[in-house]
């Protein structure tokens, strides 16, 4: 028989699934010249299932080009190859816009939180505290960054998430598959409670903020929940963008917007500082109320929130995946966070030696004027920054979709359904985009709704999840990454088990974070509940 005969015969013996029914069975076509024998058509169900569940498989590989990923972690893992080297090819990013989204990922209600926490920690403990912080959550993200860069080189793929960081980290040291996945399923669960609880914590933030202009505006006394609920269908629309480079331009309003609103606020803090009377930091009575070092539960509450306040480690890989030129990756961090954490050490400390102890959770709510046109310059910073943490959403949004997607169109056969009907392709596939992508901005407005207080929130997502991934994990796979690495660069500085004994300290200080900080956080949560609550008015010294 020639090869053209051949290959016929194998194109006509391709299953036909688009005549299976769920009670049918395989539909084999015999070419005509075939003399082989089939199966019975009175074949019983558990046959027809096995061969409609066998034909399934065989069509996915043959149409989508999809073949079981291997558990054995092999270089030649196809899945995760194409799938990151669409990462680093589909709408790649500058080094400028780069450099935009990591400034925006950590200036937002994390840094305006940071004069809260410095109140509980004190004005001499919490700035150096900060700065420790700063430090270490920033050598984090270039362990983090080297550890994927070298884990790609050597399994010959193009891009790593930080959760298949985690996993290959575990297969350097010969981890049986099964620990493998275990260990990126933990980062990838810690990753959706981080950055979804940043998402709900925005929510929060934009329900509050609105709350006040409107009471300040037009004497509106609405709860903050009320405003909460209105922004869940703007956001839920914004929600919908799909691609990094689409949020660029935002990303650069969101930091004019933020910026603007930070400028208000120094002056605001500034000039108190500078003058007395009435609109002194005097008027608050609270200069000699003002603590050097804080309590036990409130160093804990610092830790949490502050924790929290470094809201980037979780967009590091993801924007260096997304990078056109990733070589240069580490430098932006570092330059970036080098002008983060100078802005959040003075502004942790000016915020709270100018408002003293009726610091609010997030620092522009202290904005009160005493005439209009203060009035009226503080609003619009407020509505600035409001617009800005709006937009930052989307890109705090778009961290867990990113993994969470494919996972969940391949779990429901999105694929599969989009070929069976292929006259529906476009409009089957953007309604599944689009209602998960709504229900996952519900669930995150539901945790808004449900949390009572801002700052109670902050500390608590801060604690458990930001602690975890700051912290936590990076040692873990910098010690699994290089620990049979002859090359290891720390060995030129250090030996090997200083670098060893200092990945240790930093896991070990994450975990004295994690618990100190969410035990505190629940521990106001239930006061609250019980009625104790110790809410502050922001502004004493209105006329």
């Keep these: 028989m020639s090869t053209e005969e051949n290959r016929g015969e194998r194109q006509h013996l391709l299953v036909d699934l688009t005549s299976v029914g769920p009670e049918d069975v395989v539909n084999i076509q015999s070419p005509p010249n075939y003399t082989g024998s089939l199966e019975s058509s009175s074949m019983s169900s558990v046959t027809a299932k096995r061969r409609t569940s066998a034909a399934d498989k065989l069509n996915r590989k043959l149409l989508f080009g999809e073949t079981t990923r291997p558990d054995d972690l092999d270089p030649e893992w196809s899945f995760v190859s194409s799938k990151n080297l669409d990462k680093r090819t589909s709408h790649a990013t500058s080094t400028v816009d780069t450099f935009i989204h990591l400034l925006k990922a950590n200036i937002g209600p994390g840094l305006l939180s940071l004069p809260y926490a410095v109140s509980n920690a004190g004005y001499f403990l919490g700035p150096f505290a900060v700065l420790f ?45 099964l ?55 703007p956001i839920v629309i914004f929600s919908w963008i799909r691609n990094l480079d689409s949020l660029a331009p935002l990303s650069v309003v969101a930091n004019i917007c933020m910026w603007f609103g930070l400028g208000v606020v120094i002056y605001d803090e500034i000039y108190r500082l500078s003058t007395t009377g009435q609109n002194g930091a005097a008027v608050n009575n609270d200069k000699d109320s003002l603590i050097g070092f804080g309590t036990f539960i409130s160093i804990s509450l610092f830790l949490g929130n502050a924790m929290y306040s470094f809201e980037g480690i979780g967009i590091v890989l993801p924007l260096e995946n ?38 609010q959770a997030s620092v522009p709510l202290n904005l009160c004027g005493t005439d209009d046109v203060t009035r009226i310059v503080f609003i619009l910073a407020k509505l600035a920054i409001a617009l800005s943490v709006f937009i930052t959403y989307a890109l705090q949004f778009y961290v867990p979709m990113d993994f969470l997607e494919p996972y969940v169109y391949k779990l429901i056969k999105l694929d599969f359904v989009t070929y069976k009907y292929p ?27 449900g949390i009572p207080d801002l700052d109670d929130l902050i500390t608590l997502i801060g604690a458990i999840a930001s602690s975890a991934l700051a912290l936590l994990f990076p040692p873990v796979i910098d010690i699994l990454t290089f620990w049979k690495d002859p090359e290891r660069k720390w060995l030129l500085i250090l030996p090997k088990p200083v670098w060893v004994a200092k990945d240790i300290a930093i896991f070990c200080f994450g975990v004295v974070g994690f618990f100190l900080g969410a035990f505190a956080a629940l521990h106001r949560i239930v006061l609250y509940f019980e009625g104790k609550d110790d809410t502050k008015d922001p502004c004493p010294y209105v006329l």
């Design 133 to 177: 912080i700063a430090g270490v959550t920033t050598h984090c993200m270039g362990m983090l960054l080297d550890s994927a860069r070298r884990l790609c080189e050597w399994n010959g793929i193009q891009a790593l998430d930080y959760a298949e960081t985690m996993q290959f980290a575990f297969k350097e040291q010969g981890a049986g598959p």
């Design 179 to 233: 620990t493998a996945k275990i260990a990126k399923l933990v980062v990838n669960i810690f990753l959706i409670i981080t950055q979804f609880g940043f998402c709900s914590v925005y929510f929060v933030f934009i329900g509050e903020t609105l709350h006040q202009v409107m009471s300040q505006a037009y004497g509106l006394e609405w709860s903050p929940k009320v405003y909460t609920a209105i922004m869940i269908l």
């Design 322 to 359: 997304k990078m056109k030129n990733p070589k240069l990756a580490k430098p932006v961090i570092y330059t970036g966070m080098t002008a983060v954490v100078s802005l959040f050490c003075s502004f942790s400390l000016l915020g709270y030696l100018v408002y003293g102890t009726r610091i």
């Design 423 to 449: 006259q529906h392709h476009n409009i089957i596939q953007t309604s599944v985009q689009i209602t998960f992508r709504t229900t996952i901005v519900l669930i995150t407005a539901a945790l808004a709704l």
